[in-house]
């Protein structure tokens, strides 16, 4: 069970610097007339925690909540701009203040997956409700999203963050809440997540626009590629080792100790992925399945792998580890090749949990 002992603003502001630093961030007063993202902010939860859908949720539901009313907009410190006509916005805030929750919440407060990923995932979505409507596919964007965060803890944050504000379109903004939850139900997805025939047939949904969530397809892979994912110390070798057996293994680590190439030498990498890339290419080929085993902590770079994979009818399985943070230091610093912990932070920065929606099958390994 998640719970927050102390919710008082002082408590909060005089211990994080990322929340007193909300007092000094400006914001637009035409959508914000309240002020900066310090007042809005705790307009935001005093309207969350006295919405009638809020006292209902358990415990833990609140306390995710909270936290992600309590971080939405962490960002705006870093991504607030001025035009030359005095109009302010905070483009990307949200993406960016997907990864700053991340990481706080894994660094700092130790908190446990499950509820870590589901506050990040809040951050990143927040203003998903007020916009979804205006994407080319309302309907596929949503249910990709289902998968990834609870939409009626979206909505009910989405709800909290219009009444925290002073706007003159503060009405048609709860409404475009409303419609959000209209379409979550019409699409299968209020609070849970949409339910496909299979894992096939969800990978090749958002692969292939004319297709029906519906759809039951026939598997066609030919072979299987385990692709691994975690920051450096969380146990990759190890799990290697316990789970897959005689399995072929396309290590980076192992083709830059042999080609003695340092981790953070750019050039002698680039050769290491391309040499990598063109091992995977004769076991796709010989139908062999291997293992790919690397870092793989961005979306961009499994994305590439797995665009890959499946050009040569791979079944792709990611596997994700995780380790509490002072335990993937512990772990590293035992390794044979210690990495050296300034890339270590520099990682978990730029960290990604890959999705369900990236690959044929994704497991959670976290201790």
Not at 43 to 48: D, F, H, Q
Not at 103 to 110: R, S, T, W
Not at 303 to 309: D, G, P, T
Not at 349 to 362: C, G, I, R, S, T
């Amino acid at each position: 069970m998640l719970t927050i002992d102390n919710q008082t603003w002082e408590y909060w502001s005089t211990r994080y610097d990322w929340v007193l630093q909300m007092h000094n961030v400006p914001q637009d007063p035409i959508h914000h007339a309240e002020g900066n993202v310090a007042i809005h902010t705790q307009m935001v939860l005093e309207a969350l925690t006295s919405l009638p859908e809020y006292k209902e949720l358990t415990q833990t539901e609140q306390s995710i909540l909270w936290y992600a009313a309590l971080m939405h907009d962490i960002e705006k410190r870093s991504t607030t701009v001025i035009d030359e006509y005095g109009r302010i916005s905070s483009p990307g805030h949200a993406k960016k203040g997907e990864r700053t929750a991340r990481q706080i919440l894994y660094q700092d407060f130790a908190m446990p997956f499950e509820y870590r990923e589901q506050i990040a995932k809040l951050v990143r979505y927040h203003g998903l409700p007020l916009w979804i409507f205006e994407k080319t596919s309302p309907e596929q964007t949503l249910i990709k999203v289902s998968l990834e965060v609870n939409t009626k803890l979206l909505a009910i944050l989405a709800k909290a963050d219009v009444l925290g504000r002073i706007c003159e379109d503060q009405k048609l903004l709860l409404e475009k809440v409303e419609l959000f939850k209209l379409l979550c139900q019409e699409q299968q997805c209020w609070g849970t997540k949409r339910i496909f025939p299979s894992n096939y047939s969800r990978f090749e949904f958002f692969r292939q626009e004319s297709l029906y969530p519906d759809t039951l397809l026939f598997d066609e892979s030919k072979v299987k590629v385990i692709l691994l994912s975690g920051v450096a110390g969380t146990g990759k070798d190890y799990w290697i080792q316990k789970n897959c057996g005689d399995l072929p293994v396309i290590s980076l680590d192992d083709l830059r100790r042999k080609l003695k190439i340092s981790p953070t030498d750019t050039k002698g990498n680039g050769k290491v992925i391309q040499l990598a890339k063109e091992q995977a290419k004769e076991y796709l080929r010989s139908q062999q399945s291997f293992v790919w085993n690397a870092t793989n902590i961005t979306m961009q770079m499994r994305e590439q792998l797995i665009s890959l994979f499946v050009s040569y009818r791979a079944f792709v399985e990611i596997v994700y580890l995780e380790v509490p943070y002072k335990v993937l230091l512990q772990q590293n610093s035992k390794r044979e090749a210690v990495v050296p912990e300034k890339i270590i932070h520099r990682m978990i920065e730029k960290w990604e949990v890959p999705n369900l929606w990236e690959a044929h099958e994704v497991k959670y390994v976290c201790k």
